[in-house]
């Protein structure tokens, strides 16, 4: 069982363009996709596709489209009421597989809404092998509460995995390793934001992107997953530290990737397999879901984890 958390669930509309944006210009789009979104729905999304049950935990309202549209989609949701209007975000595609995306900032959660979700939580987490707390806050939470729930959330006996930027990414770091869930997948630039580093060189070097991942390994995380785009990603670990290379893929739409790729390695956790058979199976994953439109996730059938290459990396003591 996954649970998942998506605490700024979203209208996500993908708009495909036949040629690149101009900006200031009018263009025509070859299609519009509207999904209801949001890292950890589309988590919840390729585990039921993957057959694993799934609890989707988010606020909106029980009657709203959004938790209409995955309820009729097999997604066992359960929503904490919430009085706002769900966001919308706009993700532009063109041809060569660029991506722009236009996020709004969600309705102002109040603290009955942020404690009413830390208590769904809790109640399933029992039954849960991993609880996933995924993406961004909704204006009204304070930048630590990802913080607070991994911490309230080690006694339950599920494992935590936390995928978010910005402040609360900040914040969480900043409490370790007393806020130090199981899994952390920053991307590259997620991690140079806490690290120092630069964010181009860990995109393009997964020896550096694995040195500064071991600084969390370090501080108390056990897990570290560091997607790196076209050049796969990095898994470090307290045992080790390995790369994955993506097959061939004809990239569509790199939203959504990041989030099947943890879901790829919550599955490879789930089915008992090896640190790099994990890795593996999150890169098959990630690339499957970039040759998709939208952010329309991967079934098993699509994802090729025997054609991901994946190697040891040798971490020397100071790097």
């Avoid at 952390?184 to 550096?208: I, Q, R, V, W, Y």
Wanted: glycine share 10%.
């Amino acid at each position: 069982m996954i649970v998942t958390l998506t605490p700024n669930p979203s209208h996500d509309r993908t708009v495909t363009l036949s040629a690149p944006l101009e900006r200031g210009a009018v263009q025509r789009a070859d299609s519009v996709i509207s999904q209801a979104g949001g890292k950890g729905v589309n988590i919840s999304r390729a585990s039921v596709a993957a057959g694993i049950p799934s609890i989707a935990v988010l606020p909106a309202p029980k009657d709203d489209p959004f938790v209409l549209e995955l309820l009729s989609s097999g997604i066992d949701c359960r929503p904490v009421d919430h009085e706002g209007v769900l966001r919308v975000n706009i993700t532009i595609s063109e041809p060569d597989g660029t991506t722009t995306k236009l996020n709004s900032p969600g309705p102002t959660a109040t603290p009955e809404v942020l404690a009413a979700l830390a208590a769904s939580l809790r109640r399933r987490a029992a039954s849960a092998d991993w609880i996933v707390l995924a993406g961004s806050l909704p204006p009204g939470a304070p930048p630590g509460w990802y913080a607070d729930l991994v911490a309230a959330l080690r006694d339950t006996g599920a494992r935590l995995a936390v995928d978010t930027s910005d402040e609360p990414l900040r914040a969480l770091v900043a409490r370790l390793p007393a806020s130090a869930p199981h899994l952390m997948k920053p991307n590259g630039e997620e991690l140079a934001s806490f690290t120092g580093a630069d964010a181009a060189e860990l995109e393009s070097d997964p020896l550096a992107a694995a040195g500064a991942a071991r600084s969390l390994v370090h501080r108390g995380v056990e897990n570290v997953l560091v997607t790196l785009g076209a050049n796969g990603a990095v898994l470090v670990t307290g045992a080790g530290a390995w790369h994955a290379t993506p097959p061939p893929t004809t990239v569509v739409s790199t939203v959504g990737a990041g989030d099947a790729s943890l879901f790829g390695y919550l599955l490879g956790d789930i089915k008992k397999q090896s640190p790099a058979q994990r890795l593996a199976l999150a890169v098959a994953y990630g690339s499957a879901a970039a040759g998709l439109a939208g952010t329309t996730v991967p079934d098993p059938s699509q994802v090729r984890p025997d054609l991901v290459g994946v190697h040891d990396l040798v971490l020397t003591p100071g790097g």
